[in-house]
């Protein structure tokens, strides 16, 4: 059975295994199913997802319904791209961008 989106997502209950205790970098989107830059993000991030699962995991977080994480990482818009390596975010982007330009500003990170 294959799956429709190699995102997964994750919840306030989960993100701590999921995101935290990740032996692979997890980059993290805080999204909201009222955000219209979250929907054109979200295929862009589902390709990224297949694309570097050798290396990336990409997780999803609905804002709405896990209050706890977003503000226990001070998400104020959506969509915000939260980069972890180690449990630690390592980088922070915000708003919707096109799946090259978003490689371009994670290459740094996932390659260090």
Known sequence: ???TTSVTEVTDATFEA?????????LVDFT???CPPCRMIAPVLDEVAREEAHRL????????HNPAT?????VMSM???MLFRAGEPV?????ARPKR???QELADDLDA
């Open 70 to 74: 977003a503000a226990a990482y001070q």
């Open 79 to 81: 969509p915000t791209l």
């Open 1 to 3: 059975m294959t799956a």
């Open 57 to 64: 995991r990409v997780v999803s977080v609905d804002v709405d």
């Open 101 to 103: 330009r978003l490689l």
């Open 32 to 34: 909201a199913d009222w």
């Open 91 to 95: 980088r922070s982007l915000v708003g």
């Open 18 to 26: 999921e995101v935290l205790g990740s032996d692979v970098p997890v």
